[in-house]
């Protein structure tokens, strides 16, 4: 475990959660992990790339993951993840390479569960990013050249899938204010705005830490 620190981002569809992530990344001088993460877990896992981005953030049975878990605590994953199936193959390998990115490096990591994964860590900060139906709606319409109501289903279709996957797999709630440390929306600041906020809140965090 390190001091490093590392920002995790969850996000609502078309809040710009991404590009507040990047702009975070830069500002801090450090690499920012969103699809990166699954090179990444492909890499130090063996498995297929294109497994990772079929099973990304994508929710998976609560009795499969209670599998996922007893295989964990067991010590499966240290030893080639088993035989067990995919899915599970796939969760442990991203949750293990969010901790060696945590142990290696100050970075910024965006969804997959992170904040969980990193919840013992002493120098984590966990976000998440809202925003006005409108602004989330423009901001698909234009990234993904979408009608108003084509860009509504994928709102509702990626968040539903984010909070799926993330209620199965962690011990909170995705979107509950007592998930995280900071919500921002970033319809009220903007992405610069947003950036600036966690970037002090950051520093709050750690200043009230150290008082300890």
């Given at each position: 475990?390190?001091?490093?620190?590392?920002?995790?981002?969850?996000?609502?569809?078309?809040?710009?959660?991404?590009?507040?992530?990047?702009?975070?990344?830069?500002?801090?001088?450090?690499?920012?992990?969103?699809?990166?993460?699954?090179?990444?877990?492909?890499?130090?896992?063996?498995?297929?790339q294109e497994?990772?981005?079929?099973?990304?953030?994508?929710?998976?049975?609560?009795?499969?993951?209670?599998?996922?878990?007893?295989?964990?605590?067991?010590?499966?994953a240290a030893?080639?993840?088993?035989?067990?199936?995919?899915?599970?193959?796939?969760?442990?390998?991203?949750?293990?390479?969010?901790?060696?990115?945590?142990?290696?490096?100050?970075?910024?990591?965006?969804?997959?569960?992170?904040?969980?994964?990193?919840?013992?860590?002493?120098?984590?900060?966990?976000?998440?990013?809202?925003?006005?139906?409108?602004?989330?709606?423009?901001?698909?319409?234009?990234?993904?050249?979408?009608?108003?109501?084509?860009?509504?289903?994928?709102?509702?279709?990626?968040?539903?899938?984010?909070?799926?996957?993330?209620?199965?797999?962690?011990?909170?709630?995705?979107?509950?204010p007592r998930?995280?440390?900071?919500?921002?929306?970033?319809?009220?600041?903007?992405?610069?705005?947003?950036?600036?906020?966690?970037?002090?809140?950051?520093?709050?965090?750690?200043?009230?830490?150290?008082?300890?």
């Amino acid at each position: 475990m390190s001091g490093n620190l590392i920002i995790t981002i969850g996000r609502q569809s078309g809040s710009g959660g991404k590009l507040i992530g990047e702009k975070l990344a830069e500002k801090m001088g450090v690499k920012c992990y969103d699809k990166e993460l699954l090179s990444q877990a492909a890499k130090h896992s063996g498995l297929c790339q294109e497994l990772f981005e079929k099973h990304d953030e994508r929710p998976t049975s609560s009795f499969l993951y209670s599998l996922v878990m007893d295989s964990y605590s067991m010590g499966y994953a240290a030893a080639g993840y088993s035989d067990m199936p995919i899915n599970h193959k796939i969760f442990l390998a991203q949750f293990d390479t969010i901790k060696k990115l945590a142990d290696e490096e100050s970075c910024v990591i965006i969804g997959r569960c992170a904040d969980y994964a990193l919840e013992d860590y002493p120098n984590v900060v966990s976000v998440f990013i809202a925003g006005d139906e409108k602004d989330k709606l423009e901001r698909i319409k234009t990234l993904y050249n979408l009608n108003e109501d084509r860009a509504k289903e994928v709102i509702v279709k990626t968040d539903k899938k984010r909070s799926s996957y993330y209620n199965y797999y962690s011990n909170k709630r995705w979107g509950d204010p007592r998930s995280y440390d900071l919500c921002l929306n970033s319809s009220s600041v903007g992405p610069d705005g947003a950036v600036e906020a966690i970037l002090a809140f950051a520093k709050l965090k750690q200043q009230w830490k150290n008082r300890k």
